[in-house]
């Protein structure tokens, strides 16, 4: 009798203990049954990620709660106290899929504003260079905004760099050419007495 009472007191306890909440583990299909033995009546299966709540704990069975408030008894191996992967998955994806909803609009809000700067940039060269087409140049500055300056100095064309860089060359060459000759001519004079040998 008093095994009997203790027996009814523990179901008593487990019953009147909170409900833990447990997850059927990944890559699992589960089945919920009347009886805590898996050969009565099955009542639902469960899919991994599924919710449930453990109730009573005997054995190599555990009986839970169902979502829809069904009870029965499942093998305690499939239950698992962290969220499965399938479930932290579908809250990335769905996180995911919120981030993507709100980019284009943050990329057409951005595309706007680097147009707005292209076209500040664009109109700040322009002038500048209606300036130079004028002969004055307009200095731009943050503070204080455009201010003329001196004319600017006539443009070098390109073929006219060309030969200026010919005609400089042409006198490097020359000067070289002068320089080794009279020091050649001076190491020959005083190797030979002041004698020109050649």
Not at 14 to 29: I, N
């Amino acid at each position: 009798m008093k095994r009997w009472a203790a027996l009814l007191l523990a179901l008593l306890a487990a019953r009147g203990a909170a409900a833990a909440t447990a997850y059927v583990s990944d890559e699992l299909v589960l089945g919920v049954y009347a009886e805590e033995n898996n050969q009565g009546q099955r009542l639902a299966t469960l899919h991994s990620g599924a919710r449930v709540e453990t109730l009573l704990q005997n054995g190599d069975f555990t009986q839970v709660r169902l979502t829809d408030g069904t009870t029965g008894w499942v093998r305690s191996a499939f239950l698992i106290t962290k969220e499965p992967a399938v479930v932290r998955v579908k809250q990335l994806e769905e996180e995911l899929d919120r981030t993507r909803a709100t980019t284009p609009a943050l990329a057409e809000a951005a595309a706007r504003s680097e147009v707005e700067r292209l076209k500040q940039e664009l109109a700040s060269k322009q002038s500048e260079l209606d300036a130079a087409r004028s002969g004055t140049a307009i200095i731009a500055t943050p503070d204080a905004g455009t201010a003329p300056t001196a004319p600017m100095l006539p443009q070098i064309s390109a073929s006219r760099w060309a030969e200026i860089a010919v005609i400089a060359t042409a006198i490097g060459l020359g000067c070289g050419f002068w320089l080794g000759y009279a020091s050649l001519a001076r190491r020959i004079r005083r190797k030979f007495g002041g004698l020109k040998v050649y």
